[in-house]
Each structure stands twice: as structure tokens, then as C-alpha cells.
């Protein structure tokens, strides 16, 4: 900026003390400003100390003890066992190479008890196991606000364990498990308690459950591929307020489980190809004021089952290919169906209920075969979602082998002409003519 | 009369086609389409042409030809036409819209439903004189296959489903040609769904090799049986 002084008119003396002032004004902020950061180095005092062959430390541990808080302890690659490591101080702990971090299947590899630590790409590797105690790769105990990002996990009890930590960050690991049977296995990214926690674009596999949540407030899960875990891609309980979009919940033992819990906002998910006599895409159970919408429910046994669930709203969804799309239980109520797309499924809605208490309307059903006279684009009768013979399953359930039999159709068209043990309030009274097209 | 047979197949299969919106279900309406129309026009047609070619083969039969050779030579006249049709009408479509392992299944089950039920129309007509009766009673056959032994068998199956029905199952479907083609599709299908509860059972046995050669076989003998039962009324037969 340049400032020009003595310009010839009769005004110019006020302007030029004004402008003077500001410079002035400008001149000193910098001058505090660089005394200031003048001072960063002796207030800090940051060091970084390299591990490796070759380096200034031999081991992590050795480091770990050298190191203040605030330093940056750096890895560089190689195969480290060094027994149970423990970071009680806030350390930025970073690895070059992907450096291996191994537990020789005895020990907690990483224990965190300092809030701010950040550790990054490491390979960590055979954490111990135990019945009694919860053995992790990384354990976070009371550690707040750490990052824990570009680690591969392969082959850990638990791979990330966060115990009564909030405002933790756990992004882009790759978490790979081997679990054979549940009591033998642990959960991918496990967190017991605390909230605001972000877990993002992980890519979890093999565990017990792929991420589990227990008394996890105000958190979100975004991003994340959750496949081939032996019980559930998402275990979800007590954890109110939190938000999961955009993940990928993937042939898993039985889908995703959101249990006793209020105000989640479920979006923009996948639930894709859980197979199996008790799988779902997504089981509610016992939810309250919650939005699922924009989700897609494929190939799954059951897409959605709703249980004791109240004031939830289905939105926008897409059922394809599901055996039953969507179970809703008789203790539900008050819950909205709404603006979702049932296509080839081979059961749009079973239910155990008499009544209808919640709110069925304006979905589109591929199984709907009434008309629209007045060109509104809204059927002019009432789908019955609950058909006959998915009445006649529930209760026995060796009849699923008629499926697709003459004589099937044939009194299921009977019946939805004269309703007779179907639930005749089960109803949507304005059903779609065309698909809904999402984004 | 099977050309029009052939137009009607590929009409309704391209048309299925080119209205669904999900392969899935379209394969699930061409089911219903081999399921019902294939055995009814097999039966109905194999019966009129066996009557209506009553004098040619006495006339065959006046020459120095053996009675089994005019028999075989009629029975796959009639299926071999009948398997082509089938073949250009659902074969095309399928193959330039869907060449998946649950269409090739259909075709597949298609084809031995024409072979099953031309047999049968050649047992309902050497069994009786009597043109009316003899067409009626493949009508009746029909009706029986394709629609009131499923409801039978939903009724037993209902009335003891608090009973291991595993075997039983598998016994009723066996006595059935429409239904083992059914369940062999369906497991193509509706896997999602037959995953589930008792489905994974039946998926069990029909998924495996074992199954896949058990329900063939059945097949088989739904073709070997009604086939030689009506050759050997036939080679005995005053006419």
C-alpha cells in the first residue's frame, strides 16, 4: 500500500493526519506481532526426534521418554515390537514408510492417556487378545481431541479403542480383521462414551462389529466402507444426537443395529447384501425422532426393521432387490413411511401388527397395479403394502417355497379385493405411478 | 399354429422386457409366463395334434414301419418344434436383453417343461379314443399342475407348520415338474428373500451341485415316465 503525502488541496492536512494515524496503528500490530512470534520458539520449543536405523533413537520407547510435550516423535520404516507402548503426553507420533507396530498377538500395542496426541501412518499389527480385558491396537483412555489417521490395522483384537474420549478424530485407516468367531473377535473402531468424535473415510473390515458406538453423543460417522464384519457394519446404542451418512455398510453377518437411542439422522448410506436367516440392512430398535433418508436398502434379506421405534421418518429411500423391504413391527407408532421407491422386492412390508399406527403414504410400490384417472400421478386406490401370502409366511414360514406360484398371486389378488386377514389400515391411500427420481 | 405359439413367446418376452424397469421383476412375469403358458399350450397343443394325426399314423402303421419308431419320431416332431419355438421366442429376447444365469435358467426349465408336458399330452391322448375326453383331460391335467396341486400343498403346508416340514417339502415339490422349475428358478431369484428363515435350507440343497442334479433328474423322469407309459399303451394298442 502506498500512501502519498502533500497532496495540494485545501483538505489535504486533515487527510493526511488520518491516514498518518492508521499507519501508525498498522505499524505497531506488526511490530507486536513479530515480537510475538519472535517468542514461539522459546514458549514451545518443538522438537522432532527421528526413530529408525540410522536415526537419533533406536526405538519408539527410548523416544517416547525423550520427548516433551508437543514434539513430533517420527518413524521411520522398519518392524518395531516394543512391547506395550504408552503416550502420556501430547506427542504428534508419525510414521514414515508405514513403519510396522507389532503386538506379537501378547499386548495392547498403542495406549493414549494424553488429550491432542495425533498418531499416523503406521502399520499396526497383532494386538494381544484377551476375554477379560479389551486389548486395541490404538487405545485412547480419557484422551481428548487426538487424530488417529493413514494407519493400516491388520490382524488386532480391537484395532481402535476410544474409552470416555471426545472430540477425537478417525480417519482414512484401513482396518483389517480376522475374526472367526464373535466371542473371539473385537470391533473395529470401538468407542465406549464421549461425544463430538468424527470417524471418516475408514474402510473396515473382518472385525466383530465394524464400528461400534455405546453413550457416543453428538458424533458422526461419514464416509466409511464397513464390509464383511461377522455381526453387524454398525453397532449403535445408546449414542443420541449423532449423524452417519455416506458410508457403505456391506455384506456383514446382520447388517447395521441402531438400538435405544434418540435423534440420529441416518443419510446418503448403502446398505447393500446382507444374506442370512437373521440379517437386515438396518435394524431400528427402540429409536425415537429419527431421520432416515436418501438411503439405498439392496439385496438384503430384510432392508429396514423397524422395532418399538416412535416419531422416525423414512424418506426418500430406495428398496430394491430386498427379500422383505421393509418389517415394522406392531409396538412401532407414529412413525412416517414416506416418498421411498419399493422396487422388486419380493415382499414390500411385512408386519406382525393388527393396527396401523404410523403413516404409510406417497410411496412409490412396483407391486401397485391400480390406475390414475385424474392424471395426478397419484394412484387413485389404496396400496396395501402387506399382501397375503407375506401374511401367510409369517405364520408359516415353510410356505416361502410357493413363492411366485400361480395360486399365490391368485389369492393375493382375492385377497386384495376382499381384505380378510391382511391389516386393512395398513394402507398407502396415495401411492405413486411413477418412481421417485433422487439425486 | 406353433408359429403363432413362437410370436405369442417373443411378444410377450421382448414386451416384458422393454416395459420393466428391474430385470428381477421382469424375470419374475416371464416365470409366470413359462410357468403357465409353456405346459398349457405343450399339452393342449401335443393332445390336437395327436388326434388330428390319428389317420396319418394308422396309415403309417399299415406300412412295414415299427410302431416304436412312429411313436418316437411323433413325440419329437412335436417337442422338437415346440423347444424351437420356444427357444426363437424366449431365446432372442433373453439373449439380447439379459443373458444371466437366472434367464438361462428359465429357458432351461422351459425346455424340460416341453419335453414333461408333451409327453403327458401324448399319455392323456393314447389313453382314450374319444377326442372331447381326451383333450378335456390334458385341460384338466393342466389345471391341476399349474394351479391346485400349489394349493394343496399351501394347504398342508399351513395346516402343520408347527411340524419339521423340511422333507416334506422337497417330496411335494418333486411331484410337481411346474414346481421343481419354479424352486430352481426361484433360487436364482430371490435369493435376498430365501436367505432368510427356512429359505436358507432349501438354498442349502438346491444351491449345491447335489440339488441341482437331484431336481434335473426329477425332471428327467417326469419326461421318462408318462413317455414310455403311453408308448407302451400304444405299441399294444388296437387302433
Known amino acids: 500500500m502506498e500512501v502519498k503525502f502533500g497532496h495540494g488541496t485545501k483538505h489535504s492536512g486533515n487527510c493526511n493526519k488520518f491516514v498518518l494515524r492508521r499507519y501508525l496503528s498498522i505499524y505497531l500490530k506488526g511490530l507486536l506481532g513479530a515480537f510475538l512470534f519472535s517468542l514461539l520458539p522459546v514458549v514451545c520449543q518443538a522438537k522432532n526426534l527421528s526413530v529408525g536405523k540410522g536415526f537419533m533413537y533406536r526405538t519408539i520407547r527410548e523416544a517416547l521418554e525423550q520427548s516433551d510435550t508437543g514434539d513430533s516423535v517420527i518413524v521411520n520404516s522398519g518392524f518395531y515390537s516394543e512391547g506395550a507402548l504408552v503416550i502420556d503426553k501430547r506427542i504428534f507420533l508419525r510414521g514414515i514408510g508405514l513403519p510396522v507396530l507389532d503386538g506379537e498377538s501378547k499386548i495392547a500395542v498403542i495406549t493414549v492417556h494424553a488429550s491432542g496426541t495425533h498418531i499416523s501412518g503406521f502399520k499396526i499389527q497383532n494386538s494381544g487378545f484377551s476375554d477379560i480385558r479389551e486389548i486395541a491396537g490404538i487405545r485412547l483412555d480419557e484422551a481428548h481431541a487426538c487424530v488417529i489417521e493413514n494407519n493400516y490395522f491388520y490382524n488386532n483384537y480391537f484395532a481402535v479403542y476410544l474409552a470416555n474420549s471426545s472430540y477425537c478424530r478417525i480417519q482414512n485407516n484401513r482396518i483389517e480383521g480376522f475374526a472367526r468367531t464373535e466371542t473371539s473377535s473385537g470391533n473395529g473402531i470401538h468407542l465406549w462414551k464421549g461425544e463430538y468424535n468424527t470417524i471418516l473415510n475408514n474402510h473396515i473390515s473382518g472385525h466383530r462389529d465394524g464400528i461400534y458406538f455405546e453413550f457416543v453423543k453428538e458424533s458422526s460417522i461419514i464416509g466409511n466402507l464397513s464390509e464383511k464384519n461377522l455381526r453387524y457394519g454398525l453397532h449403535f446404542m445408546f449414542s443420541d444426537d449423532d449423524v452417519y451418512k455416506y458410508n457403505v455398510f456391506r455384506e456383514n453377518g446382520s447388517g447395521v443395529a441402531v438400538m435405544y437411542t434418540r435423534n440420529v439422522l441416518m443419510e446418503n448410506n448403502r446398505f447393500e447384501d446382507n444374506w442370512g436367516s437373521a440379517s437386515f440392512g438396518l435394524l431400528l430398535k427402540d429409536i425415537s425422532n429419527s431421520i432416515i433418508r436418501n438411503n439405498l436398502f439392496s439385496k438384503n434379506t430384510t432392508g429396514l426393521y423397524i422395532e418399538g421405534s416412535n416419531n422416525t421418518i423414512v424418506r426418500h429411500n430406495e428398496f430394491r432387490r430386498n427379500g422383505w423391504a421393509v418389517r415394522i413391527l406392531g409396538d412401532c407408532y407414529e412413525d412416517t413411511l414416506t416418498e421411498n421407491n419399493f422396487m422388486a422386492n419380493t415382499f414390500d412390508v411385512a408386519t406382525n401388527a393388527t393396527r396401523n399406527m404410523n403413516y404409510i403414504h406417497r410411496n412409490y410400490w412396483d407391486q401397485y397395479t391400480g390406475y390414475d384417472l385424474d392424471k395426478d400421478k397419484t394412484g387413485d386406490i389404496p396400496f396395501h403394502p402387506v399382501s397375503f401370502y407375506s401374511k401367510l409366511t409369517e405364520e408359516s414360514p415353510h410356505t416361502l417355497m410357493m413363492l411366485h406360484s400361480f395360486f399365490v398371486d391368485l389369492l393375493n389378488q382375492t385377497e386384495r379385493v376382499v381384505p380378510t386377514i391382511t391389516p386393512e389400515a395398513f394402507k398407502d391411500v396415495a401411492p405413486q405411478m411413477k418412481p421417485f427420481i433422487y439425486d | 399354429m406353433v408359429l403363432a405359439y413362437t410370436l405369442l413367446l417373443f411378444l410377450l418376452c421382448s414386451g416384458l422386457f422393454y416395459l420393466g424397469s428391474d430385470y428381477s421383476s421382469t424375470l419374475v412375469s416371464l416365470l409366470h409366463v413359462i410357468l403357465l403358458i409353456v405346459p398349457l399350450i405343450c399339452i393342449m397343443f401335443g393332445t390336437i395334434h395327436f388326434y388330428n394325426s390319428r389317420e396319418f399314423i394308422e396309415m403309417l402303421l399299415a406300412q412295414p414301419v415299427d410302431r416304436n419308431s412312429i411313436y418316437f419320431g411323433e413325440y419329437l416332431g412335436l417337442a422338437g418344434s415346440l423347444v424351437m419355438a420356444l427357444f426363437i421366442g424366449l431365446g432372442i429376447p433373453i439373449l439380447l436383453w439379459q443373458p444371466t444365469e437366472a434367464a438361462l435358467y428359465l429357458l432351461v426349465v422351459g425346455l424340460m417343461l416341453t419335453f414333461i408336458f408333451s409327453a403327458l399330452a401324448f399319455l392323456t391322448s393314447v389313453r382314450s379314443v374319444d377326442k372331447a375326453k381326451g383333450i378335456g383331460s390334458a385341460l384338466l391335467l393342466w389345471f391341476y399342475f399349474a394351479v391346485l396341486f400349489d394349493g ?88
Open chain 2, 152 to 239: 394343496v400343498v399351501l394347504l398342508i403346508l399351513h395346516y402343520y407348520s408347527d411340524y419339521p416340514l423340511e422333507e416334506l417339502v422337497l417330496v411335494l415339490t418333486s411331484l410337481n415338474p411346474i414346481d421343481i422349475g419354479r424352486v430352481l428358478i426361484l433360487l436364482k431369484l430371490d435369493t435376498s428373500a430365501l436367505m432368510g428363515y427356512t429359505g436358507a435350507l432349501y438354498q442349502k440343497f438346491f444351491g449345491t451341485g447335489f440339488g441341482q442334479v437331484f431336481s434335473m433328474s426329477v425332471l428327467l423322469i417326469w419326461i421318462v415316465i408318462p413317455l414310455f407309459r403311453a408308448r407302451k399303451i400304444f405299441s399294444k394298442k388296437d387302433l
